[in-house]
Each structure stands twice: as C-alpha cells, then as structure tokens.
C-alpha cells in the first residue's frame, strides 16, 4: 500500500527520480513545527488547568519522552554518508567504535569525577539544545546558516531553558536526580548561583525574542515563549520528557529525514509513511542498546533511580551525537546531491 500524502496543499509536479528540491524540506519543517508546538502547547495548557494530575504522570511522560526522544541519535552512524548524498551503510565499524567510545569516555568522567564532569556535560547539552534551535530555524527561514556571534542569544536562552530553569524552579526535583549522580553538587549549586544562571538565560532569551521579532519572525519569538512557559510551569520531569521527546528530537528527525537520500522521490511526493519506517528500522537496534545501557546503570547503582540512569546515558550520549550534528551543521546552507544535479541539469 502507497505511503498516505502529508495533509498539506499539493505542490508543483514530482521531479524526476532522485531529485530533492526544496519543496520537500520546507515541507517536513512545517510538519515537525506543528507537531512539536501542539505537543508543547499541550503540556503548558494541562500545566495551567491540571497542575496536580500533570505532576502525578510527570515520571510516565519523562520515560515517554526519553523512548521517543532516544531514536533521534539512533541513525548518527548514518550521517557522514548521507550528508555525502549517498545510502548509509548499516555498519561502518569506524565510525560506530568512535561514537561508542566518545560514550563510554563521557560515561566514564561522569563516574570517576561527577561534579566536574556533570557541570560540563550539562553546559555540553545546553549548546547542543541551543545549536539545534538555531539550525532548524535556519532550514524553516531557507537561509544558510553558519555558527555566528548572533547565535550567541538564542543558544544559550533556548538552549539553556531545560537545564537552569528546572535548578532555579524546581530545586528539591532537580536536586533529587543530581545527588544520584554527583552527591557533592546540590550543595555547590547554591540558590545564588541558580538564579544567576537563570538570570543569564533568562536575558539571552529575551535577547532571542526580540531579535527575532525584529527580523520579522514573530512565530520563532512565539516558540521561545512557549518553551519558557514549559519549563516555568511544568514539573521538571515532564517537562523534559515532553520537549526532548515532543520538541527536539521531533525537530531534528525531521532534519535528517530531509538528509537520507532514499527518501527523496518520496519526500518530494508528500509521502512520509517509507520514509519513517526507514528511519525506525535503522534506529531500531541502537536504541535497544541506549535502552539497554540505561537498565545496566540503574541496576548496578547502590540506590537505584532509572531517571538518574537515563539522564546519565543521555548525557554521555550528546558527545558524540554533538560532534555528529556538527558534520550535519556544516552542510546547511549547501545543496544537496540531489539538487546539485538538478542544478546542473
């Protein structure tokens, strides 16, 4: 049975086999906003009008968050090829003992020096959060993007609002997962230093909205309020459940769908239905594996807490995955294989 069209206007005729324009692209962005601002918009809304049943399922929505958000990374093996305009590999042993062992080096800091390991790694996931923002609204806009002092505001008030919002906001829920893995830190943390970060986060955010509201994208500036409103009034575990699974990592499949060269002639036709399949059964056994690396953390903790263990795989995981969206950042702006020829055509 033919993949089902997306729900969208019909676009100009399919262009011939092989062939990405940039119809596809703008296409799946504005699928990915809509789906990743009604799940925000969700979650804010049954923050305002169901604050107790939402903090009763705050541990469901994080361990939903963190299976659908796991995926994401999954295919980051897959990358260096597809950024290249060709089929990725299934196994590239190079590259998947690489990314395994900047992991394990991550994993491995974390547990012989915590403070200072966690500390870097959540700065490490803030840039990594903020990047991602900043890239995806450059592919949403159809401008090229490339790191820039401007980008400097958004990344770390985007970037920073699920990591010093919930330390400042919700200290008791931050501190309980924190002292499982770095038991000296709460106390480092002080409230003073909490509330300069979020102070700090807080500036470059407002930094971002007007910004955006000045280059005439109201509807970015809209996004940062609403992700500010996530955190602010969501419990920290399902807030983080629902913008790592709803937000970021929606966002950026849909990035590396647009990427896959076997999925053009699709994408082009508004089919979304092989594409994804191709994304679940290549992401299929490295999530098992995250998955599987969380179960081992929690079970050889002296004090079991799975929400340590996942945020601890997570982080150890955003290294490698970091320098993997870096090579995919590099390539914004350029055109792909696909419409290179067509170029040339």
């Known amino acids: 049975m033919a993949s089902p069209r997306w729900l969208l206007p019909a676009g100009p005729p399919d262009p011939p086999d092989g062939v990405v324009t940039a119809e596809a692209p703008r296409r799946v962005t504005a699928l990915t906003t809509r789906l990743s601002v009604g799940v925000v918009g969700a979650a804010v809304a049954a923050a305002l009008l169901l604050p107790e049943q939402l903090s009763a399922w705050a541990l469901g929505i994080l361990a939903a968050g963190v299976l659908v958000g796991l995926p994401h990374g999954a295919v980051d093996h897959l990358v260096p090829d597809w950024v290249a305009g060709r089929p990725g590999r299934m196994l590239r042993p190079g590259v998947l003992t690489g990314y395994a062992a900047a992991a394990l080096v991550a994993l491995g800091a974390l547990l012989v020096a915590p403070v200072v390991s966690l500390l870097l790694l959540f700065a490490v996931s803030a840039v990594h959060f903020g990047m991602g923002e900043v890239a995806f609204e450059a592919e949403r806009s159809g401008t090229p993007w490339r790191p820039a002092l401007r980008d400097v505001a958004p990344v770390v008030g985007l970037g920073g609002l699920p990591v010093a919002v919930p330390l400042a906001r919700w200290p008791d829920e931050a501190d309980r997962v924190l002292a499982a893995l770095a038991p000296e830190l709460p106390a480092l943390l002080t409230p003073g230093v909490r509330q300069v970060a979020l102070a700090?986060?807080?500036?470059?955010?407002?930094?971002?909205?007007?910004?955006?509201?000045?280059?005439?994208?109201?509807?970015?500036?809209?996004?940062?309020?609403?992700?500010?409103?996530?955190?602010?009034?969501?419990?920290?575990?399902?807030?983080?459940?629902?913008?790592?699974?709803?937000?970021?990592?929606?966002?950026?499949?849909?990035?590396?769908?647009?990427?896959?060269?076997?999925?053009a002639d699709d994408l082009a036709a508004g089919r979304l239905?092989?594409?994804?399949?191709?994304?679940?059964?290549?992401?299929?056994?490295?999530?098992?594996?995250?998955?599987?690396?969380?179960?081992?953390?929690?079970?050889?903790?002296?004090?079991?807490?799975?929400?340590?263990?996942?945020?601890?795989?997570?982080?150890?995981?955003?290294?490698?995955?970091?320098?993997?969206?870096?090579?995919?950042?590099?390539?914004?702006?350029?055109?792909h294989a696909g419409q290179r020829a067509a170029a040339g055509g």
């Open 200 to 263: 700090v986060v807080g500036l470059a955010l407002l930094g971002t909205v007007l910004g955006a509201l000045a280059r005439g994208r109201p509807g970015w500036a809209a996004e940062a309020g609403v992700l500010a409103a996530l955190f602010a009034l969501a419990p920290p575990a399902a807030a983080f459940g629902v913008y790592f699974g709803g937000w970021h990592a929606v966002r950026h499949i849909g990035r590396l769908l647009v990427l896959d060269p076997r999925n």
């Open 273 to 335: 239905g092989a594409p994804l399949r191709r994304y679940a059964a290549a992401a299929a056994a490295p999530t098992g594996v995250a998955l599987t690396g969380i179960a081992l953390l929690v079970l050889s903790a002296q004090r079991p807490d799975w929400t340590a263990g996942a945020l601890a795989v997570l982080l150890g995981l955003t290294v490698p995955h970091m320098a993997v969206v870096a090579l995919l950042d590099r390539r914004a702006g350029r055109p």
